[in-house]
């Protein structure tokens, strides 16, 4: 069964960029939509952003919307997230999930199936 790892977490300053990315052992997840979430000490996991199976489409929280980016290789069986103008704010652990067959892109946690074990990312002010 399909394991998911992300990668590329870390310290930033107010400002900077990093680039996370997340890629399965076990079997490709080119066909299944996928997302990612994040969780702050002591809030509840959110939303982040999500693409469709087949990449044609995306949906992102307002909070990163014009910030972050979502995309896929799916030849590659790998999922990123470029993240640029980082805030403070934004520091949480970022997790990568994977949703269902042929989805499209969703917001909804409930809507995913397989995740990982997250990442670090900490924007200092």
């Known amino acids: 069964q399909v394991q998911l790892v992300e990668s590329g977490g870390g310290s930033v300053q107010t400002g900077g960029s990093l680039r996370l990315s997340c890629a399965a052992s076990?079997?490709?997840?080119?066909?299944?939509?996928m997302g990612w979430f994040r969780q702050a000490p002591g809030k509840e996991r959110e939303f982040v952003a999500a693409?469709?199976?087949?990449?044609?489409?995306?949906d992102y929280a307002d909070s990163v919307k014009g910030r972050f980016t979502i995309s896929r290789d799916n030849a590659k069986n790998t999922m990123h997230l470029q993240m640029n103008s980082l805030k403070p704010e934004d520091t949480a652990v970022y997790y990568c999930?994977?949703?269902?067959?042929?989805?499209?892109?969703?917001?909804?946690?409930?809507?995913?199936?397989?995740w990982g074990q997250g990442t670090q990312v900490t924007v200092s002010s």
């Open positions: 693409i469709s199976w087949s990449g044609g489409s995306t």
């Open positions: 076990g079997r490709t997840f080119s066909r299944y939509n």
């Open positions: 999930a994977e949703g269902q067959p042929f989805g499209g892109a969703s917001k909804r946690a409930l809507d995913y199936v397989t």
